[in-house]
């Protein structure tokens, strides 16, 4: 399956994100930004390019984990738990294990691998605290905590991290029919498939996110985008529990000027949903710094959503510290 030529000069000269140190250039980091309207026609600033979809595909594996589940009553806070990459502060690692308790899976059942908490002062406490980080601390820990309970429920493979499983097969079928395209798979950090599509693609997907209602005038199965309503939904009333103290998608949450769906992913990917504009927006910094994501996102949202989003004076996203604290450069946009 392909998708149509997007609009604009494709192959224009991408923008870059040059980050300074003193008044001297130190490096540079071209990025892409596709814009989708409504699932159809995109836009773009740069060249499209072939990219893991990585973190920035939750919301829709969580779909489709609902769909294997039944459809489960669950809070907005469990949902967004689902979809998040968090900080395994207290209340994050808590709804993790809500969602395990809730659907009768065990901890030990997780397959995402333990890692040190990426909250520095819940890092601290557990070090204090004489325990071990596990997989429940692992930013994925929820998403997980729903393919797991999605395979006990439906008697699969409790390891529902092959790409052929069918958990991991129906979450290739929703991307390819949201994205318009047929993903190469490849391995995410936490063990389960990514989803290699242009980011052109994926913001085509996202744009399905942001038009997200209980109708179907996309064509689009109303189960589905049903599925896709409650979790942007739950995703845009917990930016906390999605993301994590200080960090960047929870920094543009509290300061965009209208609704807002974001999700960072791994290795410089970013996605955002306006809802009231039904646009798809998703960033790729082609040198995988994520740090650069602070000064390319909000460019993307100037340059293609005006007026949803103006970068305080103060930006602190963009500074540049040394170990001590002192401001020893920016990140700032060229092109």
Request: glycine share 10%; charged share 20%; with cysteine.
């Amino acid at each position: 399956m392909s998708i149509s030529a997007p609009r604009n000069d494709a192959g224009r000269r991408s923008p870059i994100v040059v980050q300074t140190r003193g008044s001297v250039r130190e490096t540079e980091h071209p990025f892409v930004v596709a814009v989708a309207h409504a699932g159809s026609d995109v836009d773009l600033a740069g060249v499209d390019r072939v990219t893991p979809f990585r973190s920035a595909a939750k919301p829709f594996q969580l779909a489709n984990s609902l769909g294997f589940l039944g459809d489960p009553d669950l809070t907005d806070e469990e949902l967004a738990i689902g979809a998040a990459s968090h900080s395994a502060e207290p209340r994050h690692v808590e709804l993790a294990r809500k969602v395990l308790s809730r659907f009768g899976v065990p901890e030990t059942g997780l397959r995402c691998g333990g890692h040190a908490p990426m909250h520095a002062p819940s890092a601290e406490a557990l070090v204090r605290s004489g325990e071990h980080f596990t997989d429940i601390h692992n930013n994925c820990s929820g998403k997980h905590a729903f393919m797991l309970a999605a395979a006990v429920r439906q008697g699969w493979e409790v390891d529902y991290r092959p790409s052929t499983h069918p958990l991991q097969v129906g979450n290739s079928v929703l991307i390819s029919a949201l994205s318009g395209w047929d993903p190469q798979l490849a391995t995410d950090g936490c063990g389960v498939p990514t989803f290699c599509l242009p980011v052109t693609a994926i913001a085509r997907a996202w744009s399905v996110l942001a038009a997200a209602s209980p109708v179907s005038t996309m064509g689009r199965d109303p189960q589905v985008i049903a599925r896709l309503s409650r979790v942007a939904n739950a995703m845009a009333v917990h930016p906390e529990l999605t993301s994590g103290e200080g960090r960047l998608d929870l920094l543009l949450a509290e300061t965009i000027r209208e609704p807002y769906i974001g999700k960072i992913g791994a290795q410089g990917v970013f996605c955002i949903a306006l809802p009231k504009r039904g646009l798809g927006i998703a960033v790729k910094v082609t040198s995988g710094l994520s740090e650069t994501l602070a000064a390319a996102v909000p460019w993307a949202l100037q340059t293609f959503a005006p007026g949803a989003f103006d970068a305080p004076l103060d930006w602190p996203p963009t500074d540049v510290r040394n170990v001590v604290g002192a401001l020893v450069g920016r990140y700032q946009v060229e092109g």
